[in-house]
């Protein structure tokens, strides 16, 4: 496809149980980025792959966060034993060029509920 | 780290008036300030950018200003339409680091 896709759109899930949302990055791009955007809330940065150099793990916001991308391709968020406080719209972003220097492409999110 | 202000969280207009949105920044290094709209259901999407190199930059309708000095930059919409209803997101960044985005503005256009 043109655009970034994401799946699933929509994802509700039990306390206590593992999520993993996939992201599909814009051929050709080699910045992927991951963000969380609570209910009325901002953009809150998680990880960023850039290439094949270790990812930018800075913005995870506890170790049950992981991500994993291999070389340019799909990437995927893991999120274990899944909180309430977790629910929020997963967006990722792909852009050509590194380190926020152009503009990020965003998928249309996946939304996680976590009853 | 760098922090974003952004105001109003709401803003109502008239269809035809003018919109502004205004952001404050922290980083005084930063020097990249791009605008995305976020409308119903779907991903950001990049509407214009300013870098620190230029006061102001247009787009047909849309305008990005830039105070360095106050560390300040807004987004100007004019003549609105129904079709600009939508949250936008200011950013700033400094090379080599990650986007930081301003909590929002939810826009309504009223017909």
């Known amino acids: 496809g043109a655009g970034v896709s994401q799946s699933p759109s929509n994802k509700v899930t039990e306390k206590g149980k593992d999520v993993e949302l996939r992201c599909d990055p814009i051929s050709g791009h080699t910045a992927l980025y991951w963000y969380r955007q609570s209910l009325g809330q901002g953009l809150e940065f998680l990880i960023y792959?850039?290439?094949?150099?270790?990812?930018?793990k800075s913005g995870l916001p506890s170790d049950r966060f992981s991500a994993e991308r291999t070389g340019e391709s799909v990437s995927t968020l893991t999120i274990q034993r899944t909180q309430q406080e977790d629910s929020a719209v997963y967006l990722c972003?792909?852009?050509?060029?590194?380190?926020?220097?152009?503009?990020?492409?965003f998928g249309e999110g996946s939304r996680l509920t976590v009853l | 780290g760098e922090n974003v202000e952004q105001h109003p969280s709401t803003l109502s207009v008239q269809e035809g008036d003018s919109a502004v949105i205004k952001c404050t920044y922290s980083d005084s290094a930063s020097n990249y300030f791009p605008w995305y709209k976020q409308e119903l259901g779907k991903g950001p999407q990049l509407i214009i950018d300013?870098?620190?190199?230029?006061g102001e930059k247009k787009d047909q309708r849309i305008a990005v200003t830039l105070n360095k000095t106050a560390k300040h930059f807004s987004l100007h919409i004019t003549e609105t339409q129904p079709e600009d209803s939508a949250v936008y997101f200011c950013?700033?960044?400094?090379?080599?680091?990650?986007?930081?985005f301003g909590g929002g503005t939810r826009l309504m256009v009223k017909p």
């Open positions: 300013i870098r620190s190199n230029v």
């Open positions: 972003a792909s852009s050509f060029r590194p380190r926020n220097t152009g503009e990020l492409f």
């Open positions: 950013a700033a960044v400094k090379a080599g680091n990650m986007l930081t």
């Open positions: 792959f850039q290439g094949n150099s270790a990812p930018d």
